[in-house]
C-alpha cells in the first residue's frame, strides 16, 4: 500500500441498507477526513479525526458515522442509506499542512 | 459556508496560454493551499503559500497571497492539454475547507 486507498471504488445501494466506506493509510498521518463532492457543491467535510481515538464532525455529518480505533483505519459508515448520500467520497490525510486523498468512492443509493 | 471561493468557475483556454484563477477567503488564515483534481480522482496539492509571503513560485505555477484583500490568485503559464483538471483553493480552518474549485480546460 501506497499513501491512501479506499474501498470500494463504486457501489450501488439500496435504500435503508447499511454500507461502509473504507479508508486506510500507510503514512502515520494523525490526521484523517471524509468529504463527500457533490456537482455544484465542491468538497464538504464529512467527519474529520484529529488522531486516533478522537473523531469530530464537519459540515455535514448527519446520516454518517466515524470511528478511529488506529492511526491506519478511518471507515465511515452510513447506518440507513438514503438517495441523497450519492455522491463521490473521498478519504484524506494530513501531515499537518497539506491533505493526501485517496481516489474516491462512487456511491450510488437507489 | 465555504472558507475558499474560487473564480471564474470555469475557464477555457488554448494550449501554450497562461490561465488564471482567484481565490476569496473570509477569515484570517496561517497559510492557503492549491489543489488539483483530475476528472474522477482525488484531490493533488500543488503548492502551499504561507501568510507572511506574498508570491511563490513552482516549475509553471506562480501562486500571490494578499492578505488584506482576503485572496490569492493561481497562474499557470504556458498550459498544456494535461494542465485540464479543477483547481481548489484551501484555508486550513483547523479543518480544510475547500471552495467549489475552478475548472480549467486547455484545448490542443
Known amino acids: 500500500i501506497a499513501g491512501i486507498t479506499q474501498a470500494p471504488t463504486s457501489q450501488i445501494l439500496a435504500a435503508g441498507r447499511r454500507m461502509t466506506l473504507r479508508c486506510t493509510q500507510d503514512?502515520?498521518?494523525?490526521?484523517m477526513y471524509w468529504y463527500r463532492q457533490d456537482l455544484g457543491l465542491g468538497l464538504r467535510l464529512i467527519h474529520y479525526?484529529?488522531?486516533?481515538?478522537?473523531?469530530g464532525k464537519g459540515e455535514v455529518p448527519d446520516g454518517y458515522s466515524v470511528s478511529r480505533a488506529n492511526t491506519d483505519d478511518f471507515p465511515l459508515t452510513l447506518a440507513s442509506a438514503v438517495p441523497s448520500q450519492t455522491s463521490v467520497y473521498f478519504c484524506?490525510?494530513?501531515?499537518?499542512?497539506?491533505?493526501?486523498f485517496g481516489s474516491g468512492t462512487q456511491l450510488s443509493v437507489l | 459556508s465555504q472558507q475558499g471561493e474560487e473564480d471564474p468557475q470555469a475557464l477555457s483556454i488554448q494550449e501554450g496560454e497562461n490561465a488564471t484563477m482567484n481565490c476569496s477567503y473570509k477569515t484570517s488564515i496561517n497559510n492557503l493551499q492549491w489543489y488539483r483534481q483530475n476528472s474522477g480522482r482525488g484531490l493533488v496539492h500543488l503548492i502551499l503559500i504561507r501568510s507572511n509571503e506574498r508570491e511563490k513560485h513552482s516549475g509553471r505555477l506562480r501562486v500571490t497571497l494578499d492578505t488584506s484583500k482576503k485572496s490569492s490568485s493561481l497562474l499557470i503559464t504556458a498550459s498544456r492539454a494535461a494542465d485540464t483538471a479543477s483547481y481548489f483553493c484551501a484555508t486550513p480552518t483547523g479543518k480544510l475547507i475547500f471552495g467549489q474549485g475552478t475548472t480549467l480546460q486547455v484545448k490542443p
Open positions: 479525526s484529529n488522531t486516533a481515538g478522537t473523531t
Open positions: 484524506a490525510s494530513s501531515d499537518l499542512l497539506c491533505l493526501f
Open positions: 503514512m502515520r498521518h494523525n490526521a
